[in-house]
């Protein structure tokens, strides 16, 4: 079941921020993501470093900072593997007149983390 997110996206630094209001206890960078985990070790926010560049790679599609400042909104699962969990945010953008709801794969080591 995905989960509803907030976004914040900071067009200067090209910082996508996703997440649900929950208190952050820890964090964890991987790669171009940093995840923050509440107390019991639930995502609960994602923050993506060079967001526009990082989109554009995993969509197929040129996605520009001015197209990522209209996402007011995300939803994220988590997915269990061997010995990964991944963290899938799905984003809300319109291309063109069409809006598509881009995926964005996020891998994180399962000994950090719980389902949400």
Not at 47 to 61: Q, R, T
């Amino acid at each position: 079941m995905a989960k509803e997110l907030k976004v914040d996206y900071d067009e200067e630094s090209d910082i996508l921020y996703v997440y649900t209001g929950e208190k952050a206890k820890d964090s964890l960078e991987i790669d171009d993501f940093v995840l923050d985990f509440s107390e019991d070790n639930k995502v609960v926010a994602v923050e993506i470093f060079d967001a526009s560049i990082l989109i554009s790679k995993f969509s197929g599609i040129e996605i520009s900072k001015k197209i990522l400042s209209l996402v007011k909104s995300a939803k994220m699962s988590i997915h269990q593997g061997k010995e990964l969990f991944y963290v899938v945010i799905f984003l809300p953008i319109k291309v063109g007149d069409k809006e598509r709801e881009i995926p964005l794969q996020v891998p994180a080591p399962t000994a950090v983390m719980t389902e949400s």
